[in-house]
């Protein structure tokens, strides 16, 4: 059975259109902030998670998140 791949936050974000700076804003958090999330550099919040999905339309299920719970 094959192994779906997950597409990254930066992936998900470029398929949209948007760019990081126009992003973060929508999200109300800094640009560095978003790009540590990019990188996986910092943990997000299952509402930021939900928020980002959103936004770009996409089911979180099919994004590759690094979150904390809380």
Not at 14 to 41: C, N, P, Y
Not at 44 to 54: C, D, E, I, S, Y
């Amino acid at each position: 059975m094959p192994v779906e791949q997950k597409l990254t936050m930066k992936q998900a974000r470029v398929m949209r259109g948007f760019s990081q700076k126009e992003t973060a804003i929508k999200l109300g958090v800094h640009r560095q902030t978003l790009g540590k999330w990019e990188k996986d550099a910092a943990d997000m919040t299952l509402g930021k998670v939900m928020a980002f999905a959103n936004l770009v339309g996409i089911n979180y299920e099919e994004i590759s998140f690094t979150f904390k719970s809380t």
